[in-house]
């Protein structure tokens, strides 16, 4: 006589009907996917659509920012004294270069975005951000006064330059000046998974493919479920 087990997991034959089965992921599931995944890169200081309002934010200043300073930089270098002409050309330069900047800081910071634990450190020690900001102006005016003539000085502009478009471009109000309810804590240690639940995921995820292979045969050869 046949034994019986409760933990025998469902045989392939066993699979439920199709019109059972969840319906397969649509436009709008992807779209929902895409919408997580931009959420997750931003930092969590807000729920939903915030989250990408911020980051948002967070580019539009910097770009502002940055188009601003590369204005001043051009106007003090002497390159917008040639006319109107020379004026526009130097507002088209400080919105190109600032618009490269801008893309290339935010994508030096994406670890400070994706990873859990790098992103609540710097939220919450968000006073960095702005004294990077006050250095880099500060270098970028230093440039201006101790140029070798019309060109300011490469190497207070550049290290000037980075800083101040990295710092604006990830800057957070500083945790400890918010508000209690408004602070932004420290995550929570994960709880390791036991070699229990792992089996049970693997047999899972075993059962599924076998029914995904014995369904895609009888799809094949044009059975019907």
């Not at 240690?189 to 029914?211: I, L």
Request: one cysteine or more; hydrophobic letters at 50%; charged letters at 20%.
């Amino acid at each position: 006589m046949a034994a019986v087990y409760g933990d025998v997991p469902r045989r392939v034959h066993d699979a439920p009907p199709a019109r059972d089965r969840m319906p397969r992921a649509g436009l709008r599931a992807s779209g929902a996917r895409i919408v997580g995944t931009a959420k997750a890169a931003a930092p969590p200081v807000a729920r939903g659509a915030a989250q990408l309002g911020v980051l948002a934010a967070q580019l539009i200043a910097t770009g502002a920012t940055l188009t601003v300073a590369a204005f001043l930089l051009l106007v003090t270098a002497g390159y917008a004294d040639d006319g109107v002409g020379a004026l526009l050309l130097c507002i088209v330069a400080a919105v190109v270069l600032a618009s490269i900047s801008t893309v290339f800081v935010i994508v030096v910071g994406v670890p400070l975005r994706i990873s859990r634990h790098l992103r609540f450190w710097w939220i919450r020690n968000g006073e960095l951000a702005l004294v990077g900001a006050v250095i880099g102006a500060a270098l970028l005016v230093a440039s201006a006064l101790l140029g070798d003539g019309a060109a300011p000085s490469g190497w207070l502009l550049v290290p000037g330059w980075l800083l101040l478009a990295f710092s604006v471009a990830h800057s957070w109000w500083p945790n400890r000046w918010r508000p209690e309810r408004l602070r932004v804590k420290s995550p929570e240690p994960g709880v390791p998974t036991t070699g229990a639940a792992r089996g049970d995921r693997m047999r899972r995820a075993r059962v599924s493919f076998d029914e995904f292979l014995a369904s895609s045969g009888r799809a094949f050869r044009g059975e019907r479920d």
